[in-house]
């Protein structure tokens, strides 16, 4: 057992990262060694200089900062899990730089094992929007571990909807735990820390610094065996997780997008670029990931067709992505307004219709 006190001492020296915790601790076989060690075998650890030796032979902060960690953690009733933790997810522990132990909110399953990210813009269109409930459900009905990073817009429709479909869902922040970003998730925040898990590789009162996010989208594609985006402009974040996916070997996919929509632009650049295989379906993941994802063969993925009278089918045809303002339907449909809000009504209980704000109706 690695004792995370002295494991948290060790991360606040300065100039240390993951890499020399691990090789540090590898070499010493706990943290608490790594202090007893004169300097001549210190920097016989690869990567240990003479500046970084002194540095650790003479930090005086560590029992400090690591029990005021500890204390802030127990608030929150949350705890560390480190890479020598058989909790620790396997997938994770394989990329090139796994945190040396992560801050965590909730407990990892075997499951979560079969798990894929799901990310993108933080300003969807209602396209992207009703794609990201529908993958999300889609998914959540083959028992899969849905992981985004509680972010506005798409990560936080993921989590949302896995959450109503009782599916996993697991959340990495780019702040510390007790630092929940954007503030108005906080109660998200919590629902998925009680049936799932909320991961951060960084220290209790961290701010969420726009450098911190990089670090953050390797360790949302290091959990997953693939990572879907969905809607992304060029510059955004999510181009950086698709990135981080292709550096650790992880299948990447996106959904294409409206040619003339600025957050689709990075989507479909993935896509053109080779970068990316072009999903329509969550049936195209699986035909890449069946076997890591443990599928039967003879398991239907196909949603379960559902039966709409002629009032509804014809409604539910004059609607598409696109937002449809109540008054157009009704004139497309040659009906009142009233008698189209009723089959609405109906379409939406059965969950293949969706309002929006101002009276915009779209398929789910």
């Given at each position: 057992?690695?004792?995370?006190?002295?494991l948290?001492?060790?991360?606040?020296v300065?100039?240390?990262g993951p890499?020399?915790?691990?090789?540090?601790?590898?070499?010493f076989?706990t943290?608490?060694?790594?202090?007893?060690?004169?300097a001549?075998e210190?920097?016989?650890?690869?990567?240990i200089?003479?500046?970084?030796?002194s540095?650790?032979?003479h930090?005086?902060n560590?029992?400090?900062?690591?029990?005021?960690?500890?204390?802030?953690?127990?608030?929150?009733?949350g705890?560390i899990?480190?890479v020598w933790?058989k909790?620790y997810?396997?997938?994770?522990?394989?990329?090139?730089?796994p945190?040396?132990?992560l801050?965590?909110?909730?407990k990892?399953?075997?499951?979560?094992?079969?798990a894929?990210?799901l990310?993108g813009t933080?300003?969807p269109t209602?396209?992207?929007?009703?794609v990201a409930?529908?993958?999300?459900r889609?998914?959540?009905?083959?028992?899969?571990t849905?992981?985004?990073g509680?972010a506005?817009?798409?990560?936080?429709i993921?989590?949302?909807?896995?959450?109503?479909c009782?599916?996993?869902?697991i959340?990495v922040?780019?702040?510390?735990?007790?630092?929940p970003?954007?503030?108005?998730?906080?109660?998200?925040?919590d629902?998925?820390a009680?049936?799932?898990?909320?991961?951060s590789?960084f220290?209790?009162g961290?701010k969420p610094d726009?450098?911190?996010?990089p670090r953050r989208?390797?360790?949302i594609?290091?959990?997953?065996?693939?990572?879907v985006?969905?809607?992304?402009a060029?510059?955004?974040?999510a181009?950086?997780t698709a990135t981080?996916a292709?550096?650790?070997d992880?299948?990447?996919?996106?959904?294409?997008?409206n040619i003339t929509?600025k957050?689709?632009a990075?989507?479909?650049?993935?896509?053109?670029d080779?970068?990316?295989?072009?999903?329509?379906?969550v049936?195209d993941?699986?035909?890449e990931?069946?076997?890591?994802?443990r599928?039967?063969?003879?398991?239907?993925?196909q949603?379960?067709a559902?039966?709409l009278?002629?009032?509804?089918r014809?409604?539910?045809d004059?609607?598409?992505?696109?937002p449809?303002?109540?008054?157009?339907?009704?004139e497309?449909?040659?009906?009142s307004?009233s008698?189209v809000l009723?089959?609405?009504?109906?379409?939406e209980f059965k969950?293949?219709?969706?309002?929006l704000?101002?009276?915009?109706?779209?398929r789910s």
């Amino acid at each position: 057992m690695i004792n995370v006190r002295a494991l948290l001492q060790l991360s606040s020296v300065p100039r240390i990262g993951p890499q020399k915790i691990r090789a540090l601790v590898a070499y010493f076989k706990t943290p608490e060694n790594v202090f007893q060690a004169p300097a001549r075998e210190l920097i016989a650890v690869p990567g240990i200089d003479k500046k970084l030796a002194s540095n650790i032979l003479h930090h005086t902060n560590g029992e400090k900062f690591a029990d005021d960690q500890l204390k802030r953690l127990n608030k929150l009733d949350g705890k560390i899990v480190t890479v020598w933790d058989k909790e620790y997810p396997d997938l994770l522990r394989k990329i090139y730089d796994p945190p040396a132990f992560l801050f965590v909110l909730g407990k990892f399953k075997e499951l979560d094992s079969r798990a894929i990210a799901l990310v993108g813009t933080r300003h969807p269109t209602a396209y992207g929007h009703s794609v990201a409930e529908n993958m999300t459900r889609d998914l959540a009905k083959q028992s899969i571990t849905l992981v985004s990073g509680l972010a506005r817009g798409i990560d936080t429709i993921v989590h949302s909807t896995a959450l109503k479909c009782g599916t996993r869902t697991i959340a990495v922040i780019g702040s510390g735990l007790d630092v929940p970003y954007p503030p108005e998730n906080k109660k998200l925040m919590d629902h998925i820390a009680e049936e799932g898990v909320v991961v951060s590789e960084f220290p209790m009162g961290t701010k969420p610094d726009a450098s911190n996010f990089p670090r953050r989208n390797r360790i949302i594609s290091g959990l997953t065996l693939g990572t879907v985006v969905i809607e992304s402009a060029e510059d955004g974040g999510a181009l950086i997780t698709a990135t981080t996916a292709l550096d650790q070997d992880r299948e990447v996919f996106a959904v294409p997008g409206n040619i003339t929509e600025k957050r689709s632009a990075g989507s479909n650049k993935l896509i053109r670029d080779g970068r990316a295989k072009l999903v329509t379906c969550v049936d195209d993941i699986f035909a890449e990931l069946r076997l890591q994802l443990r599928l039967s063969l003879d398991e239907p993925m196909q949603r379960p067709a559902i039966e709409l009278t002629l009032t509804e089918r014809t409604i539910f045809d004059f609607l598409s992505s696109e937002p449809v303002h109540i008054d157009t339907l009704a004139e497309q449909a040659d009906s009142s307004t009233s008698d189209v809000l009723v089959t609405l009504l109906s379409l939406e209980f059965k969950s293949v219709v969706r309002q929006l704000p101002g009276k915009l109706f779209i398929r789910s």
